[in-house]
């Protein structure tokens, strides 16, 4: 990792991250308000993540992110792309260290793998395609199920949309919202 003129890691991350971290207290605010402390942790063994969907990024998100935490805190918290961007910022500044290529890296496997939930009482036809894996036609059906209908209040209730393939909803599952 590189190093800037005051000895502190540098690259865009770590400059984002002292942003976040230290902008407040350039203009004043205390840090020690900032939020909680983060202690480094030993890393746990990787087969202990298998959890984790396999894919380019895993074994960084492990490495990096386990000295602190538990990569399992990902799984329930899916975001969009800026929302994992603020996280591993805030990360950063807590004192994860990672180059610019690690934390790139974290954040394509985090949006690739855990991205927001879908909310099908709101999301248009691109939204549920796309967040969801369904095609036109099914999400086409669940828009006019859902305008005559009401909205959904389970995924069950989902499962009543004619000619909508059930085991995509099931897949899925953990990413709907209603």
């Not at 770590?14 to 004043?28: D, F, Q, S, T």
Request: glycine share 8%.
């Amino acid at each position: 990792m590189k190093q800037d003129a005051t000895g502190c890691a540098s690259g865009t991350w770590m400059n984002l991250a002292k942003i976040a971290v230290l902008g407040p207290a350039l203009c004043g605010a205390s840090v020690l308000s900032a939020g909680p402390v983060y202690a480094q942790q030993p890393a746990q063994p990787q087969q202990q993540y298998s959890e984790l969907p396999a894919g380019e990024g895993k074994d960084t998100l492990i490495r990096v992110c386990s000295k602190c935490h538990s990569p399992d805190n990902v799984i329930a918290n899916g975001q969009d792309r800026e929302g994992w961007e603020n996280t591993i910022t805030k990360m950063a500044g807590f004192g994860a260290a990672g180059t610019d290529d690690e934390f790139t890296a974290i954040l394509d496997y985090l949006v690739k793998n855990f991205p927001s939930p879908v909310n099908v009482n709101k999301a248009t036809a691109e939204q549920l395609e796309s967040g969801l894996g369904l095609s036109t036609a099914e999400a086409e059906a669940v828009i006019q199920y859902r305008e005559k209908n009401g909205d959904f209040k389970s995924i069950d209730d989902l499962k009543k949309v004619p000619d909508l393939d059930a085991g995509k909803l099931d897949a899925k599952k953990a990413r709907l919202a209603f």
